[in-house]
RNA sequence: GUGGGCGUAGCUCAGUUGGUUAGAGCGCCAGGUUGUGGUCCUGGAGGUCGCGGGUUCGAUCCCCGUCGCUCACCCCA
């Protein structure tokens, strides 16, 4: 800052995480993968930019994130790319390509990026974590899926989340009760809010979606979805519904609910947190996707996935509690003090760290009592000093800095001994 | 893409109804005699008052523009 060369800084709606809150994401991305793990899953890494079409065909052309809010670009070969907007059509585009046996498991944690005004809750990179199962309908799988969400919400301390489902039916049955919805919207144009009184033909389910009075007063007297749907998907729909209430998993049926992206067909469901009130509130959501794998080449695969999201996840725990407890502990173990300015710290660390322990040190040669202010900072459970006198006599002063009397907190032991008292001390 | 609020030290913010060397708290660094943190005391480093232009004898303060942050709409994680 002292000099007059402009400096950079991250784009608009991006975020750098430094420590301690980089600890949280830790925490967040490694109980996911252990659920993950217990459920069957295995991780799959794919690329962060895909062909454009991958995206357009996914997603659909005419859905708002395709249409506008993907980063696109060309590459020095006149390729057309975008970086992933969401994690669900790259992660079928590879199932597509390698034909793993089914049913596919696998889950990610990615970045996603959409060109937004960015506002509480929404960035243009955010990072998502999620499931795909591809090669089965088995309403037990949609179960499952949503059940794996549910219980990951649990296990990092939400409390007020709510489960919102619905079925989108299959082709047939919603292209007949789409054509019901048009009809109905038809008839009712001029109540639509002013915005999809222009739009409402092109996609008629967005309608459903508008929270204006005034949609919501058309459609709440027009058809809903899960009374027009064929046997099959009333079937199916009826057994997602049973299982969760099987697992004691409390449902709301939300005959309303219309994602954003084209390809989901059936069971689609959103994970709402009460402690957002920011219209930012969805923290999760879903859904069956049957003709995915179709629209990218692939053979006819039923598919069901879920994404949540870092950020809001975060947000959240803080919301529902201030002061909830650390997803992971980064704390030291010990920090090595030595004003010998020999190598003694560096072997004493090297001897901790390949234990186990977690260790550092203060750098720069700087005085015992400066060193000890960063020990005291580090959080370190204990100091470990070396000065002249340890040195001469081949020992350690172990000092308790949690402890705040001096004659108790500290001891000296054999330079040989170190390791096993620290393991002794840590057990208490 | 549209609209509101804001932009002064690393952080949180005062302040100047336009006038000499711009402040506080926290943080950071160094001391408070002989090798020891957390409290306390003292001292120090650190700012083109977002950037550009305009008005003025003079602008951090007024005006315009611009960039950025933030909140909201749309939509979404």
Known sequence: MSEHVSSFQAPTGTHDVLGPASAQWEGLVAIFADFAYRYGFSLVIS???????????????????????????????????????????????????????????AWYVTPAFRYERPQAGRFRQHHQLGVEVLGTDDPAVDVEVITLAWRFYEAIGLRRVRLLINSMGHDECRSAYVELLREHLRDNVLSLCDEHRKVWNENPLRVLDCKKDECVAVTSRGPMLPDHLCDDCREHFAAVVAGLFSLGIETTLAPRLVRGFDYYTRTTFEFVADALDGAQNAIGGGGRYDKLAEQLGGKPTSGIGFGTGIERLLLTRAAENPHAPDLVNRELDVFVVDTTGEDSATVLLDTLRQTGLAADRAYDGRSMKSQMKVADKSGARFALLIGPQELAAGEVTIRDLRSDNFEQAQQRVARADVVAVIADLLSK
């Open 47 to 105: 690329p962060l930019f895909e062909d454009v079409g991958v995206f357009n065909r996914g997603i659909g052309e005419h859905s708002d994130v395709a249409k506008k809010e993907m980063y696109v670009f060309e590459d020095r070969g006149g390729r057309t790319y975008a970086l992933r907007p969401e994690g669900t059509a790259s992660v079928v585009r590879a199932f597509v390509q390698h034909q793993p046996t089914t049913p596919w498991k």
